[in-house]
């Protein structure tokens, strides 16, 4: 066995990084070299560097319990990763009643092998997410598979509560086999009768009578028509259809390059794909493209590199401009105004940058936020939100430095922010599991929904202005649907075995798309919340997108881009 400082080092960091610590994860990218030559980096899957620490703990615990004949004490006190451990011996059941501690010897009344009791130190520990300092850490809560062989199918219950919320889910991690035409049983949602309350305040949550999400099961076919998309030699992280096209596909990776799809061919290679380049930092092998954004006639592509490096290339691949920063300093989210001629971009350093696209020259720079900016939306063509680590929700405007809008109300950090279709709200989404929509006619949230049991990673309405519908994910495992007008969760959407972390509706709103890193991509009808159908990638999903005409592209962990047609498999 050999332990080199390189791979504790990239796995430390790939945990900083999964986590949300951006910064440090920066910081520690920088200062431990782990990119300093060409070399391949390490295939590891996400959640590597816990699952290391997990099942060492889970030696930990089994030696300790050892007695010398090979039994084991039973010991009902939580091994901890720091801490000294104090045994608090179980008891068995004995006929007269009376309780006897196992104190050193064997279990008479039950099963006392060692192997049992690591088991079930893995059973207790892969029923929770561990969260970090605010950030649930996202990682593959999947059954692993050997190539070939069926998948095993498991069903766990799970209790999703938060503050008077109750809302039972049914988790099922589906499974496929050789047979095309297999069916998996999976949950259906909440139906539409259910009541709700709504609090003092606006706050919006699912009473503790709510139909529970496994209520009714329906059957939902497995997609297995796909188009695969090969090139990236890194985890691909982002994907975005052309306005223009619905056979041009942007996709952005870990290998420091983005690229330009033409779908329309039969071939999935690299060959029908433009390659955009982007500059590593001095040191470094290579950077990961951490956002690319089309303008809204499709003409020019936007990229951001986590190294600060931002560039404008048109539909056809070629650079037109390099908007340079006036430091380096990390990029989250990009996003064009509705003409295409103003650019925002969203800082780590709690600032944002406001580009002219006429000239490719910085316009105006925002400062307002006391943390991280982690995400900007467009209301208009001259008006625009920004959230923060701070906790805020700002709103700005071109050609005026200061804020014309605060909204302060969450008590954590704000992950996402989308602006109503029409413009008339603007829902935030944050780890204190909360999802607030805001007016500017007010200072207070219209709706404040409660129900999510721990972080809420992104927000997406409904694509329709005459409706205020909102979806929201959470590292809870689950989909909300949310209507603003009545305050009540439509559907609770409750099929995935780990973080949902991207959502995307299709252009008519009748469907969503779910990804997660469970593996899974979940189709889901809005007109009655049931499961539609189901992809199995070989590893965690990163981001969905669907198209203007069907279909879904999907950015998986490994290095691949699926194409799906749900409507049509």
């Not at 691949?317 to 430091?327: D, S, V």
Request: glycine content about 8%; aromatic content about 8%.
């Amino acid at each position: 066995m050999v332990l080199k400082s390189e791979d504790v080092n990239y796995l430390v960091y790939r945990y900083l990084k999964e986590s949300g610590f951006m910064h440090s994860s920066y910081t520690f990218q920088v200062e431990s070299q782990i990119f300093k030559n060409d070399n391949e980096l390490p295939s590891v899957e996400p959640g590597s560097l816990i699952r290391v620490l997990q099942k060492g703990l889970q030696y930990m615990d089994v030696e300790t319990h050892l007695n010398e004949d090979g039994s084991a004490r039973l010991c009902s006190a939580p091994f901890s990763l720091v801490g000294k451990h104090v045994c608090s011996l179980a008891t068995d059941a004995t006929p007269n009643g009376r309780g006897k501690a196992a104190a050193g010897r064997p279990n008479e009344a039950s099963p006392s092998r060692p192997q049992q009791l690591l088991q079930q130190r893995v059973d207790d520990s892969s029923a929770s997410n561990m969260a970090h300092g605010g950030h649930t850490l996202v990682h593959d809560m999947g059954t692993a598979a050997k190539e070939g062989a069926k998948r095993l199918a498991k069903t766990r219950d799970t209790a999703i509560t938060h503050l008077s919320s109750a809302v039972a889910a049914s988790t099922i991690a589906a499974a496929e086999d050789d047979d095309e035409s297999m069916d998996v049983d999976v949950p259906d949602t909440e139906r539409d009768g259910q009541r709700h309350s709504t609090e003092p305040g606006g706050k919006a949550s699912a009473t503790s009578n709510a139909t529970p999400a496994g209520a009714n099961v329906r059957k939902a076919r497995l997609i297995d028509r796909v188009q695969i998309l090969r090139g990236h030699a890194s985890p691909v992280f982002l994907c975005a259809w052309s306005p223009a096209s619905n056979n041009v596909l942007a996709t952005g990776a870990g290998d420091g390059t983005a690229r330009i799809w033409d779908v329309s061919r039969s071939r999935s290679d690299d060959e029908y794909s433009v390659v955009l380049k982007h500059d590593a930092l001095p040191g470094e092998a290579r950077v990961d493209v951490t956002s690319i954004v089309w303008n809204a006639q499709g003409t020019l592509l936007s990229t951001a590199c986590f190294s600060g490096e931002m560039r404008v290339w048109t539909a056809a691949g070629e650079l037109k401009f390099t908007l340079k920063q006036t430091r380096q300093v990390p990029i989250v989210a990009m996003r064009w105004n509705h003409k295409g001629t103003l650019l925002l971009s969203a800082c780590l350093d709690g600032t944002i940058m406001l580009w002219d696209m006429q000239t490719g020259q910085l316009r105006q720079e925002y400062k307002g936020h006391k943390g991280s900016v982690l995400d900007v939306d467009w209301q208009d063509n001259s008006t625009f939100a920004s959230c923060s680590a701070d906790k805020s929700v700002i709103v700005w405007r071109d050609g005026s430095p200061t804020p014309v809008k605060t909204f302060v109300g969450h008590k954590s950090d704000v992950n996402a922010i989308k602006w109503h279709p029409a413009g008339k709200y603007l829902a935030s989404a944050s780890d204190d599991g909360s999802v607030k929509v805001w007016s500017m006619s007010s200072d207070t949230p219209v709706q404040d929904f409660f129900g999510h049991a721990q972080q809420v990673y992104t927000v997406k309405w409904l694509p329709r202005p005459d409706k205020s519908i909102v979806a929201s994910a959470s590292f809870d495992g689950t989909v909300r649907v949310w209507d603003v007008q009545s305050g009540t969760c439509l559907r609770v959407l409750a099929a995935h075995a780990a973080a949902v972390h991207c959502l995307s509706f299709s252009s008519d709103g009748r469907y969503l798309a779910s990804g997660s890193f469970d593996k899974n991509v979940r189709i889901w009808s809005i007109k009655d919340g049931s499961l539609f159908k189901t992809f199995v990638a070989e590893d965690g999903i990163h981001d969905v997108q669907w198209a203007a005409k069907g279909r879904v592209a999907v950015a998986i962990a490994n290095t691949q881009v699926a194409l799906l047609d749900p409507l049509n498999a």
